[in-house]
């Protein structure tokens, strides 16, 4: 139950990043989307228990971060996607 409530809150999310009238809205959508996923991937882990998931979850979030962080320096520099 609380993957499928993560998971429509993560449309929200998607929803924020297509139809963010700013390009600052749509990289605040990738962000929480990345940490709801990251999230996602941490409750499933507890439920089935296996260690890869864990990985996952720390490859997911510290790419988030990255993309994040990435795409917020390419538009200060340039300006506009």
Do not use: C, H, Q
Not at 10 to 38: E, F, Y
Not at 58 to 73: D, H, K, Q
């Amino acid at each position: 139950m609380a993957l499928g409530l993560l998971g429509l809150s993560t449309v929200g999310s998607l929803i924020r990043v297509i139809i963010g009238p700013t390009i600052w809205d749509r990289l605040l959508g990738i962000g929480l989307g990345a940490s709801k996923i990251t999230l996602g991937v941490i409750l499933l882990a507890i439920t089935i228990p296996e260690n890869y998931l864990l990985d996952l979850a720390l490859l997911f979030s510290v790419l988030g971060f990255l993309v994040t962080v990435l795409m917020a320096r390419f538009v200060e520099r340039r300006g506009i996607l």
